[in-house]
DNA sequence: TTCTTATTGAAAATCATTTTCATTAGGATT
DNA sequence: AATCCTAATGAAAATGATTTTCAATAAGAA
């Protein structure tokens, strides 16, 4: 049996997510273990992180530099990853668009949390258009 | 001033791309080439989809085994992408979907041809509850 | 045909992530 | 509280897709 038992290191991680508004990334919630002085490695975030997105709990976002970001799944929003900055922002889902969307994708079994969108942030586009 | 002569490599990349509907990987297009005796390296070939993912020619989705699937984009179709068996299954987009899509996104420029759909396939699925 | 430089491609480098495996520690049992 | 089983950790090494480097090649303008 697996991913039972109750561990610092697990709480930690779960902890450093519920905490902030951000998308970490591993090496950021490693940082910010060392600075808060807790005993962890490098390949136990990575192998947690892992364990909550396979339950369900956690969502991973990869950016266009190849960094994969993690987000505590909280309500109903949907991600916007920027190509060009690789910021990512949180947005609300529609009502509309919820309906619409499941109509779509009726017989699958989607997994909301993993819904990302792709494209060009507000800042960027701004940028893009002036030159 | 970069990416405008026409060559051999790139003309065989968005030609095997535009002749198959399935979402292949820079390894299985380089092996096509081999088959078909055309000379090409693999890197050009990375190269070459890189600059058309670039153009917004094509677009490039990452199952979840972290391989890098490429689609030459051709109507308004989206991906669902199972984190199973990585399969990638291509749905039309619906008018009210589309429609309450543009609605939400409003003020940002999306790269619709990057926006997937992450779940469990209708096999997957079956699999799954049948345990 | 010549010339400039964009493009190619083999080899090497990169780098996030995974695997390995000996050590540590949860927590069930006694 | 002590013992035991094995899940969980973590340092080091391996992995592997992708990118970078740079000398050789070839578009295509002059």
């Known amino acids: 049996m697996t991913n039972h038992r109750k561990t610092k290191q697990k709480e930690y991680v ?8 951000d998308h ?7 940082d910010d273990a060392l600075k808060e002085g807790v005993k962890i490695g490098e390949v136990s975030i990575y192998r947690i ?3 909550l997105v ?3 709990k956690v969502c991973k ?20 990853v920027c190509n060009i900055c690789n910021k990512i922002v949180d947005k609300p889902i529609t009502e509309e ?18 819904v990302n969108f792709y494209g060009v ?4 586009a701004k940028k893009r258009t002036s030159n």
């Open 97 to 114: 668009f919820d309906k619409s969307f499941s109509n779509m994708v009726k017989g699958f079994d989607i997994l909301k949390q993993d």
């Open 24 to 30: 970490p990334t591993v090496s950021q919630i490693y």
């Open 61 to 80: 976002i990869v950016t266009k530099d190849n960094l994969a970001h993690f987000d505590y799944v909280r309500e109903n929003h949907f991600h916007l």
């Open 14 to 21: 779960l902890g450093n997510l519920l905490n902030r508004f």
């Open 49 to 51: 992180l892992n364990n």
């Open 54 to 56: 396979e339950e369900g």
């Open 121 to 124: 942030c507000e800042d960027c």
